[in-house]
């Protein structure tokens, strides 16, 4: 088959051993015998370069040209076309073509967790488990209309599809957040008095204007009686003898108490609380509170929330973006076969629209993350495992736009927010000049904004709170969770490490068209206030350590995400 797009260049010189400038790779694709100017550049190229630049393929194509014209001689056997095979793309000819299920998630809220039949909240709509094809049902789902439509396609051999052919030119990326660079705690009391001022400051504006609310500093001068509101984070959460609730809130004038009775609707949003977050109550104040000892009985409770009306935006023309999260290369139950089918997949003409990978942290497994991990790893050493991580990568098509943050198993600080990868690993880690970015970002994608979070808050919002409020079966209910809250992880001193900043990177200040994490290892995905939310799974068998923690991993599933519309499509390659 002959070279014919950017694609097939740099899979051939991944083969081989190299990487390529963007530019390099135009000009080889558009060399009147890519195969024979590949040879000629890697033939010219120094013994130490791994990686081909603009430059070099220029000089050498010029070189090329000008021996050509000057030559009348036969062609030789060095002068031969290298004709490549189809299996040079990354990965053994003829792999099985993925499942592929496609959830129409504009009229319907699906959602769904890997061989599970999931119970639906109102906010998420009908379940379908992939690995079975399922069947739409629309019964639980209160604020659905249209039940999810499923596509089953039966595995297969590939069908020719030919090359899939991208104009790179109409890319269009866009992060924020990103405090790469920016870390300016020191641990010092000060800085979590910064940190937190500036979550209440910035969470407050959200619900100050459901409310009138007052300062906690000026209640105690208000008559009993008198109706009140408080916006405050949440200090303390406790029950009392009769089964009612005693929250504590603070604001940068004090604190003051707060009782929820337990009659009351509003107790079981109280299930829902957590240490540290930031919420506004409105109610009436005791009789006593002029005396000094006043209480606030709390009628309604808010969240800062996502706007139930809230409307996404789109991108202008077709195009697709493919989440993925947790790779784990480096472990001994790192699936790779089924990342190279699904590399292979991406080079197909039926992959052409996707044309953004967005990886949420956990490319490597890491060293000395849980105990004894050492027995279950392929590669013991960090930068080899990252090494090895960027040979996959370079399987993935070169006109794909990658963007990635790190993972509580990558070589960055493990407290939140995590600053991208330093430059010896973003060097390592060179192929396709990812965008590295921290974590959380605001990744916007030709217009459709994706918070990228990796995640590791989940662990500790599915501890806390009920399980019908979240749970590891059903991932994204924990993640609806954090939207609600407006902030990726709210409660400070548990499991989830949190550094001091002068801003609080976590809290989501603007609505998301879609919010993207992993970490949990468990696949599921549905709308909250029509917010796409997706939690992709992971690319890591079952290893000795999460079967002794009951954790049974959904693997090798890529959700594609059609920018366009926001309907989605699940692949599975395993």
Same mark, same amino acid.
């Given at each position: 088959?002959?070279?014919?797009?950017?694609?097939?260049?740099?899979?051939?010189?991944?083969?081989?051993?190299?990487?390529?400038?963007?530019?390099?790779?135009?000009?080889?694709?558009?060399?009147?015998?890519?195969?024979?100017?590949?040879?000629?550049?890697?033939?010219?190229?120094?013994?130490?370069?791994?990686?081909?630049?603009?430059?070099?393929?220029?000089?050498?194509?010029?070189?090329?040209?000008?021996?050509?014209?000057?030559?009348?001689?036969?062609?030789?056997?060095?002068?031969?076309?290298?004709?490549?095979?189809?299996?040079?793309?990354?990965?053994?000819?003829?792999?099985?073509?993925?499942?592929?299920?496609?959830?129409?998630?504009?009229?319907?809220?699906?959602?769904?967790?890997?061989?599970?039949?999931?119970?639906?909240?109102?906010?998420?709509?009908?379940?379908?488990?992939?690995?079975?094809?399922?069947?739409?049902?629309?019964?639980?789902?209160?604020?659905?209309?249209?039940?999810?439509?499923?596509?089953?396609?039966?595995?297969?051999?590939?069908?020719?599809?030919?090359?899939?052919?991208?104009?790179?030119?109409?890319?269009?990326?866009?992060?924020?957040?990103?405090?790469?660079?920016?870390?300016?705690?020191?641990?010092?009391?000060?800085?979590?008095?910064?940190?937190?001022?500036?979550?209440?400051?910035?969470?407050?504006?959200?619900?100050?204007?459901?409310?009138?609310?007052?300062?906690?500093?000026?209640?105690?001068?208000?008559?009993?009686?008198?109706?009140?509101?408080?916006?405050?984070?949440?200090?303390?959460?406790?029950?009392?003898?009769?089964?009612?609730?005693?929250?504590?809130?603070?604001?940068?004038?004090?604190?003051?108490?707060?009782?929820?009775?337990?009659?009351?609707?509003?107790?079981?949003?109280?299930?829902?609380?957590?240490?540290?977050?930031?919420?506004?109550?409105?109610?009436?104040?005791?009789?006593?509170?002029?005396?000094?000892?006043?209480?606030?009985?709390?009628?309604?409770?808010?969240?800062?929330?996502?706007?139930?009306?809230?409307?996404?935006?789109?991108?202008?023309?077709?195009?697709?973006?493919?989440?993925?999260?947790?790779?784990?290369?480096?472990?001994?139950?790192?699936?790779?076969?089924?990342?190279?089918?699904?590399?292979?997949?991406?080079?197909?003409?039926?992959?052409?629209?996707?044309?953004?990978?967005?990886?949420?942290?956990?490319? !490597? /497994? $890491? %060293?000395? #993350?849980?105990?004894?991990?050492?027995?279950? @790893? *392929?590669? +013991?050493?960090?930068?080899?495992?990252?090494?090895?991580?960027?040979?996959?990568?370079?399987?993935?098509?070169?006109?794909?736009?990658?963007?990635?943050?790190?993972?509580?198993?990558?070589?960055?600080?493990?407290?939140?927010?995590?600053?991208?990868?330093?430059?010896?690993?973003?060097?390592?880690?060179?192929?396709?000049?990812?965008?590295?970015?921290?974590?959380?970002?605001?990744?916007? !994608? /030709? $217009? %459709?904004? #994706?918070?990228?979070?990796?995640?590791?808050? @989940? *662990?500790? +919002?599915?501890?806390?709170?009920?399980?019908?409020?979240?749970?590891?079966?059903?991932?994204?209910?924990?993640?609806?969770?954090?939207?609600?809250?407006?902030?990726?992880?709210?409660?400070?001193?548990?499991?989830?490490?949190?550094?001091?900043?002068?801003?609080?990177?976590?809290?989501?200040?603007?609505?998301?068209?879609?919010?993207?994490?992993?970490?949990?290892?468990?696949?599921?995905?549905?709308?909250?206030?029509? #917010?796409?939310?997706?939690?992709?799974?992971?690319?890591?068998?079952?290893?000795?350590?999460?079967?002794?923690?009951?954790?049974?991993?959904?693997?090798?599933?890529?959700?594609?995400?059609?920018?366009?519309?926001?309907?989605?499509?699940?692949?599975?390659?395993?």
């Amino acid at each position: 088959m002959p070279l014919e797009t950017p694609a097939r260049i740099v899979s051939v010189l991944a083969t081989r051993g190299y990487n390529a400038d963007r530019e390099a790779v135009t000009l080889l694709a558009d060399a009147d015998d890519p195969a024979r100017a590949i040879d000629r550049a890697l033939e010219a190229a120094p013994d130490d370069a791994i990686k081909l630049s603009a430059d070099h393929v220029a000089s050498v194509l010029a070189e090329s040209d000008g021996r050509r014209d000057r030559s009348t001689a036969a062609p030789t056997a060095d002068d031969a076309t290298t004709e490549t095979t189809d299996s040079e793309p990354g990965g053994p000819a003829n792999p099985a073509e993925p499942e592929a299920t496609t959830a129409d998630t504009t009229d319907a809220d699906p959602s769904i967790s890997s061989g599970t039949d999931s119970t639906m909240s109102s906010e998420s709509g009908s379940a379908v488990p992939p690995e079975t094809g399922g069947s739409s049902d629309a019964a639980g789902a209160a604020e659905s209309d249209a039940a999810t439509a499923t596509d089953r396609r039966p595995t297969a051999e590939p069908v020719a599809t030919g090359e899939r052919s991208i104009d790179t030119s109409n890319h269009d990326v866009e992060i924020e957040g990103d405090m790469t660079g920016q870390s300016t705690g020191t641990g010092e009391y000060s800085d979590f008095v910064a940190v937190f001022r500036d979550r209440y400051e910035r969470l407050s504006r959200q619900l100050r204007g459901r409310i009138n609310h007052r300062p906690t500093n000026t209640l105690s001068s208000m008559a009993g009686g008198s109706e009140a509101a408080i916006v405050g984070m949440v200090s303390d959460i406790r029950s009392t003898a009769s089964g009612h609730w005693l929250i504590e809130l603070e604001d940068t004038n004090g604190v003051y108490p707060c009782l929820v009775m337990k009659d009351r609707d509003t107790a079981e949003q109280v299930d829902e609380l957590l240490h540290d977050e930031v919420i506004a109550v409105e109610g009436t104040l005791s009789d006593d509170n002029s005396d000094g000892d006043g209480i606030l009985f709390v009628d309604d409770l808010y969240f800062p929330e996502i706007p139930r009306t809230y409307q996404p935006s789109t991108a202008d023309r077709e195009v697709s973006a493919a989440l993925v999260s947790d790779v784990h290369v480096g472990s001994q139950e790192f699936m790779a076969d089924a990342w190279t089918r699904f590399a292979d997949w991406l080079h197909t003409e039926e992959a052409n629209a996707v044309e953004y990978l967005l990886i949420a942290g956990d490319m !490597v /497994e $890491g %060293v000395g #993350v849980y105990p004894d991990q050492d027995e279950e @790893l *392929d590669i +013991v050493d960090i930068y080899d495992q990252y090494r090895e991580f960027s040979e996959f990568l370079k399987e993935v098509p070169g006109d794909m736009e990658i963007v990635m943050i790190p993972g509580n198993h990558d070589a960055v600080r493990l407290a939140e927010p995590q600053p991208g990868f330093d430059e010896e690993l973003r060097d390592i880690m060179s192929a396709h000049d990812c965008r590295i970015t921290a974590n959380p970002s605001m990744v916007t !994608v /030709e $217009g %459709v904004s #994706v918070l990228m979070y990796h995640g590791v808050s @989940l *662990d500790e +919002v599915i501890a806390e709170l009920p399980d019908e409020k979240a749970n590891y079966d059903e991932p994204h209910k924990a993640m609806y969770q954090l939207l609600k809250k407006r902030h990726v992880a709210p409660q400070f001193g548990g499991h989830t490490r949190l550094a001091p900043e002068e801003r609080d990177y976590l809290v989501i200040e603007e609505t998301p068209d879609v919010f993207h994490a992993g970490h949990v290892h468990k696949f599921g995905y549905g709308k909250y206030h029509n #917010v796409l939310t997706i939690n992709s799974g992971c690319w890591q068998a079952q290893t000795a350590f999460q079967e002794s923690v009951n954790i049974d991993p959904d693997c090798a599933m890529a959700p594609i995400v059609d920018l366009d519309t926001l309907d989605l499509t699940i692949r599975k390659f395993a």
